[in-house]
């Protein structure tokens, strides 16, 4: 996100189909894809942020929009960020508490799913995950809409969890390793 938030654009559309891991020599790679709803953010010359806007309707995946979004704030880069919050939860999780409103009408389904990010306490959504998750998340919430994230942070919070781990980065990612069945 950093990448393309450097280059002045946000992507609104923060889901696990919008990225891809690469294939060798590149397996260590992951690439965010579907561009389709990206958007500047601020001018590439001035670096004057767009204006804060209400009244937009929320672009992107119901599952990984981010609050401002559902109340029709003008999406930023805190927004992508907490999008991929939600996405990792889910990674780790399987779920989001938010999931499983079937067989509702769409406004309905859109109006619940706002009201359950904002009912639900950040400690209930990060139960069981180690407290980076939370601490990512507190950083995203608490960004003011033209703010610039702190990247080096929010990486070293979860360089310092693999550490902490004593993971090894040995190249044995799950995409790399996992048989493919056909």
């Not at 990448?3 to 294939?23: M, S, T, V, Y």
């Not at 995203?140 to 919070?157: S, T």
Request: glycine share 6%.
């Amino acid at each position: 996100m950093k990448f393309l938030h450097e280059k002045h654009f946000i992507h609104r559309d923060i889901k696990p189909e919008n990225f891809c891991a690469g294939k060798q020599p590149n397996d260590s790679s992951i690439y965010i894809i579907d561009l389709g709803l990206s958007k500047r953010y601020r001018d590439e010359q001035t670096r004057i942020h767009v204006p804060y806007k209400e009244g937009k309707t929320l672009t992107g995946t119901l599952r990984y929009g981010s609050k401002n979004s559902h109340e029709g704030i003008e999406s930023t880069r805190r927004d992508d960020l907490e999008s991929v919050g939600y996405m990792l939860i889910y990674f780790l999780k399987g779920v989001l508490p938010w999931q499983g409103l079937n067989n509702v009408d769409k406004e309905y389904k859109h109006i619940r799913i706002k009201e359950l990010k904002n009912e639900i306490p950040l400690s209930k959504l990060c139960e069981g995950l180690p407290n980076e998750f939370e601490q990512y998340l507190k950083h995203c919430y608490g960004l003011q809409f033209d703010e610039e994230p702190n990247y080096k942070f929010l990486i070293e919070l979860f360089t310092n969890l693999f550490n902490s781990k004593d993971y090894e980065m040995d190249g044995n990612y799950d995409w790399v390793t996992a048989v493919i069945i056909i």
